[in-house]
């Protein structure tokens, strides 16, 4: 007969498995592969779904995998907190479209990708990062890696290194301070606002 030690070191060792399984399906990989499947599916369905409809589908991923706010806050740099409420939610929103309007089009099609995740992340002072592979048809390979943070909403996209370099957020802060600077919040807004319409277009 099993004694009750044995018993309790048992259930620990399932619960100690269960939580790594669990982590497992919430933390920053797990983040990256279920947006990787929402891209897959609509690059696949692009031509049927039509701009609108990939649009659509990937909305609410986007929403969930990236920290819209927060990278808004970082491209707008020291400027955001001399902004009003109304002109700090009006750039988010117009940032957002912009990002959603920006995957939309570029992955309009499919022709044999495949997305690839290391399972072994980077942590760095800023946060975890991801590392991936957008594989084409043809072999070759675009590195995508993500830097990543955990809040309330779970592990979201904060940045976006192409080539495990560059950076996106510093690519958009470099030009969204230039359009500041130039005419303030109403300009960013009306910047980004007219960039979707063209990649609408």
């Known amino acids: 007969m099993i004694s009750r030690r044995a018993f309790f070191a048992a259930a620990l060792a399932v619960a100690a498995v269960s939580q790594r399984f669990a982590a497992a399906e919430t933390g920053p990989v797990a983040a990256i592969k279920a947006f990787y499947d929402t891209l897959l599916a609509t690059m696949k369905d692009g031509p049927e779904l039509g701009f ?86 043809d072999g070759d390979s675009v590195q995508l890696d993500y830097l990543m943070h955990e809040d309330e909403a779970g592990w979201q996209i904060v940045d976006v290194y192409l080539s495990g370099t560059v950076s996106e957020l510093a690519t958009r802060r470099s030009e969204f301070s230039s359009v500041m600077r130039r005419g303030g919040a109403d300009a960013l807004v009306d910047a980004l606002q007219k960039k979707a319409a063209q990649l609408r277009s």
Do not use: C
């Open 52 to 137: 609108k409809g990939r649009s659509q589908k990937l909305d609410p991923a986007i929403h969930r995998a990236f920290d819209l706010p927060l990278m808004t806050r970082l491209m707008v740099g020291p400027p955001w907190v001399a902004l009003t409420a109304e002109q700090q939610q009006q750039l988010v929103a117009a940032f957002s479209e912009f990002s959603v309007a920006t995957y939309a089009n570029r992955f309009d099609d499919y022709s044999g990708e495949r997305f690839q995740v290391d399972p072994a992340t980077t942590t760095t002072a800023n946060g975890v990062i991801v590392h991936s592979k957008l594989v084409k048809s």
